[in-house]
């Protein structure tokens, strides 16, 4: 993980960097409805293929912050973006960037066995996210 810990900054502020990423990514996954509404979302514009890698139980595809910040800006969330890199005092570039890195793995990590929830079923809760965190960047929360 050494890229995602040179693009948190290096050093001590990784932990909580890595959380304010995953702190977002649960945000974009609420605000679009859900796991199955960004998953609905993401397909709709062109990253279909890579957000059924993260679905499935194989590798996740990776995807450029180019790619997923046009996806998610046609999604109608731009918005939660702009915000969330003004609240990190980060170019919007630059946390598309790490989005790209963190968000496949939350998208993974909260469909287990491969399948998205059913709307209504398994409502998203960011506590489902809190140690992913820990095991992307080596925090307190590992499990």
Not at 51 to 66: I, L
Not at 102 to 111: G, I, N, W
Request: net charge negative; no cysteine.
């Amino acid at each position: 993980m050494s890229f995602l810990n040179d693009l948190l900054g290096g050093g001590q502020g990784n932990a909580a960097g890595g959380s304010s990423l995953v702190a977002i990514a649960g945000q974009l996954i609420d605000k679009a409805g859900g796991v199955q509404g960004l998953v609905a979302m993401l397909q709709q514009h062109g990253l279909g293929d890579a957000v059924q890698s993260w679905v499935g139980t194989g590798g996740n595809q990776q995807v450029s912050g180019d790619q997923l910040g046009q996806a998610l800006q046609n999604g109608g969330l731009g918005s939660v973006l702009q915000d969330a890199a003004g609240k990190l005092g980060v170019d919007q570039n630059q946390l598309l960037g790490q989005l790209s890195q963190v968000l496949p793995h939350a998208v993974d990590h909260l469909t287990p066995d491969g399948q998205v929830p059913a709307q209504g079923q398994g409502g998203f809760d960011l506590g489902s996210l809190a140690s992913l965190a820990g095991k992307l960047f080596g925090g307190a929360n590992r499990v």
